[in-house]
């Protein structure tokens, strides 16, 4: 299962994959203590475009 790491800061919103929930989860910590808010990990549902179930702006998928 792919698990999606979506995060804002001041100016710009990314959303990160990873392959296990585990691994989302020491993302999202990381990104905390970076500065970064609204971070949350949700799980990846097929045929769901990221950027609709984020918000209407453009994102970054790494």
């Known amino acids: ?11 710009s919103q990314i959303v990160l994959k990873r392959d ?11 990104l905390k203590e970076m500065g970064w808010f609204e971070v949350e990990v949700r799980e990846d549902k097929a045929g769901h475009p990221v950027a609709a179930t984020v918000t209407d702006r453009p994102s970054t998928l790494q």
Do not use: P
Request: aromatic residues 4%; charged residues 40%; without cysteine.
């Open 1 to 11: 299962m792919t698990y999606l790491i979506l995060a804002r800061d001041g100016t």
């Open 20 to 30: 296990s929930e585990d691994a989302a989860e020491k993302k999202a910590r990381e």
